[in-house]
T-cell receptor
Framework: AQKVTQAQTEISVVEKEDVTLDCVYE???????LFWYKQPPSGELVFLIR??????QNEISGRYSWNFQKSTSSFNFTITASQVVDSAVYFC??????????FGTGTRLQVTL | KAGVTQTPRYLIKTRGQQVTLSCSPI?????VSWYQQTPGQGLQFLFE???????NKGNFPGRFSGRQFSNSRSEMNVSTLELGDSALYLC????????????FGEGSRLTVL
């Protein structure tokens, strides 16, 4: 069975600090996808990134970067120079061959001035 | 491009009643999935529809049902409501099944009294 663990329940940082959100997954699938979603106070989940199990290349998108390591079953997310607008709950998720996502419990990020 | 639209946004019901929630996917998206979000259980997959057929179902009792219409719009129904059904119900659409790149609506927040 798939399982996604986000051990950090809540993180508070001051604006401009870098912050890393951890995600560890368990899966029996040989092919799978990992995701990060952002949930602002308005409620909708916003897609940030999808990574498939064959692609361990790290990805950078502006201030966001992702580190995927199959050896440790981790898919960590780093925000560089955090901003107040980054305050949200961030979810890591996994899926095998279907669109049925298994989500972690989320990490609430609070960025203050 | 219009996003995923969910109606109603908020509703209050009493135990034993039933509720129907509606979801209009992004134009051109044929897959619709539903998730329940509660503080205790987090985000849990309910079901997924593609071309009017249920493709996946989560571990929820038969009181939870859904359907998809020929225009890809979807509805979910919960009968004989229980207090524990109070949750944010999120609908997500994607172009095809198996991509996992989901676009979520803002959700329907159901309160059962």
């Amino acid at each position: 069975a798939q399982k996604v663990t986000q051990a950090q329940t809540e993180i508070s940082v001051v604006e401009k600090e870098d912050v890393t959100l951890d995600c560890v997954y368990e899966t029996r699938d040989t092919t799978y996808y990992l995701f990060w979603y952002k949930q602002p106070p308005s409620g909708e989940l916003v897609f940030l990134i999808r990574r498939n199990s064959f692609d361990e290349q790290n990805e950078i998108s502006g201030r966001y970067s992702w580190n995927f390591q199959k050896s440790t079953s981790s898919f960590n997310f780093t925000i560089t120079a955090s901003q107040v607008v980054d305050s949200a709950v961030y979810f890591c998720a996994h899926t095998g061959t279907a669109s049925k996502l298994t989500f972690g419990t989320g990490t609430r990020l609070q960025v203050t001035l | 491009k219009a996003g995923v639209t969910q109606t109603p946004r908020y509703l209050i019901k009493t135990r034993g009643q039933q509720v129907t929630l509606s979801c209009s996917p992004i134009s051109g998206h044929r897959s619709v999935s539903w998730y329940q979000q509660t503080p205790g259980q987090g985000l849990q997959f309910l079901f997924e529809y593609f071309s009017e057929t249920q493709r996946n179902k989560g571990n929820f009792p038969g009181r939870f049902s859904g359907r998809q219409f020929s225009n890809s719009r979807s509805e979910m129904n919960v009968s004989t409501l229980e207090l524990g059904d109070s949750a944010l119900y999120l609908c997500a659409s994607s172009k095809d099944i198996n991509t996992g790149e989901l676009f979520f609506g803002e959700g329907s927040r159901l309160t059962v009294l």
